[in-house]
Structures are given as C-alpha cells and as structure tokens.
C-alpha cells in the first residue's frame, strides 16, 4: 500500500518534534509497514486462497485505517509505532489479494498486463502521495497527529477502488 504508507511522509519533521525523536527512532515509522508486510504475507497468502480479492481488499482497507486512526490519536511513541505496524499488516493483505486476485481471473494470455497494471497502481500511489500528503497538512495547517488520520484512510479508500478496477468486475473476471 505505497499510497497509504509515504502519505506521512511529509509530516515526518513534525511528528519528531512532537514525540523529541531522535532521526534513528524516527526511521522506525518508515521501518514498521514494511516489517509488517514481511511478517503478513504468508498468512494473507493462506487467506488469499481461502476468500475472494474483494474480502480482502476490504479487510486490508479496513485494516489499514484503523492502524491510521491508531496512529493519529496516538498519545506516545510506541502507539504511533504500533499504528504504522497496523497499516502495514492491512498492506499485505491488500497487496495479497490484488496478486491473487489478478492471478485467478486474468486470461492467461493477458495475465502480464493485467499484473503491470496492478503493479503500475501501486508505484503510482507512491509517486503521488508524498504530494498528496505535503498538500493536506499544507491546507489542514492541523495537529500532525489528528490530521494524519484522514489522510491514512483517504489514501486507503483510493487504493482500494484503483486496485477493485483492475483486479476483478463483479462477474469475476478480471478487468483489463
């Protein structure tokens, strides 16, 4: 969930100077979605062969903002900490589930460009959301931690329905 995980990246200089970090404990945040999504994959891979792309898209949604709202009203380190590590953990799942998902449906002659697609969505979240986040802290001008929230959980949601169009219609097929 590239889109979901640098959205803060913007904010990062603030929620240092709010939580006195030094940059070693700051890299942590940066560091917790990805030791998540280390930790999350195999499971979400079981769950993948268990449930539709669309369940798990949705409970990694869900998953990431929850780990979102955790960190936005986070009243000490560890919390925000455990909130990026939330967020991670829905990652996996929806990253797991779009793969498998496209992996399922796409034709086989076509299943490469339905993955590039995936794929292109993915980066294109990362390209954009360090932007997008400078952006919104920009406009919301708020406390760092109750304006990292909506982001978090905007950035969720777009991800979602970018990843729902490309990985399966309601036939099951995929679209390409």
Do not use: W
């Amino acid at each position: 969930m590239s889109f979901g995980m640098s959205v803060s990246a913007p904010i990062l200089a603030e929620i240092r100077d709010e939580f006195d970090l030094s940059f070693a404990m700051l890299g942590l945040i940066v560091t917790m979605p990805p030791l998540a999504r280390i930790i999350f994959t195999l499971p979400a891979g079981n769950l993948a062969d268990q449930y539709s792309s669309r369940v798990l898209l949705s409970a990694g949604v869900a998953t990431a903002a929850v780990g979102g709202v955790v960190s936005a009203l986070a009243p000490a380190f560890v919390a925000v900490l455990a909130g990026t590590l939330i967020v991670g953990a829905g990652s996996a799942v929806i990253f797991t589930g779009g793969m498998a998902g496209v992996a399922r449906r796409a034709d086989p002659h076509r299943r490469g460009r339905a993955m590039v697609r995936l794929m292109a969505g993915f980066h294109l979240g990362a390209l954009l959301s360090p932007a997008l986040g400078g952006l919104i802290a920009s406009v919301a001008h708020a406390d760092t931690r109750t304006s990292n929230s909506p982001k978090v959980v905007f950035a969720s949601g777009f991800q979602y329905l970018l990843m729902a169009r490309f990985v399966e219609n309601r036939k099951g097929r995929c679209v390409q």
